[in-house]
């Protein structure tokens, strides 16, 4: 199933942290649904999210509010990937292309993989190429740190390629 943009556009980014926390817990069943995500929401994960910094405590409210207008909507069995958005700016998703094929591994690149590579020069590369206009390599370093937050370090690179 394709991942719906509409859906993942109108998602906040504490609902997407907490779906993608779902999505990589080898405990919570697989695939979330947003009725799963509710029930644990209500069972710790909210908390869990605080612990670690990625939530703030104030916002559980809205948050749990948000699922259940969600729920409202689209029905407790829909698949709560669907509205966690996988989007880069041109200038991150073209560095990332470039990386994709430049590979030379069976491995393939990772988010933190596409924050080395930024790191160790490809932007200056891809620039010096004119294959992207870009000024501020701190920009793209500040999205792909905002990225790895939400998605996790070993998210591939790939689903960020427009």
């Known amino acids: 199933m394709g991942i719906d943009c509409e859906l993942s556009n109108t998602t906040s980014y504490e609902?997407?942290?907490?779906i993608r926390q779902e999505m990589n817990n080898e405990k919570h069943p697989q695939p979330p649904t947003l009725g799963s995500m509710l029930v644990s929401m209500r069972q710790g994960l909210y908390e869990e999210l605080v612990r670690s910094n990625r939530?703030?405590?104030?916002?559980?409210?809205?948050?749990i509010q948000e699922l259940e207008?969600?729920?409202?909507?689209?029905?407790?069995?829909m698949p709560a990937e669907d509205f966690v958005d996988y989007s880069a700016s041109d200038d991150l998703s073209a560095v990332a292309?470039?990386?994709l094929n430049s590979q030379t591994t069976t491995q393939?690149?990772?988010?933190?993989?596409?924050?080395?590579?930024?790191?160790?020069g490809l932007c200056t590369q891809l620039v010096a190429n004119g294959e992207i206009a870009m000024d501020d390599e701190h920009s793209l370093i500040t999205e792909i740190n905002e990225l790895i937050q939400l998605h996790g370090e070993d998210t591939p690179a790939e689903l960020f390629v427009r």
């Open 69 to 77: 207008r969600l729920i409202e909507d689209y029905g407790d069995e």
């Open 108 to 120: 393939p690149p990772t988010l933190t993989t596409l924050r080395n590579a930024i790191t160790n």
């Open 97 to 99: 292309h470039n990386l």
């Open 15 to 18: 609902l997407a942290l907490a």
């Open 55 to 63: 939530i703030t405590v104030n916002q559980e409210n809205s948050v």
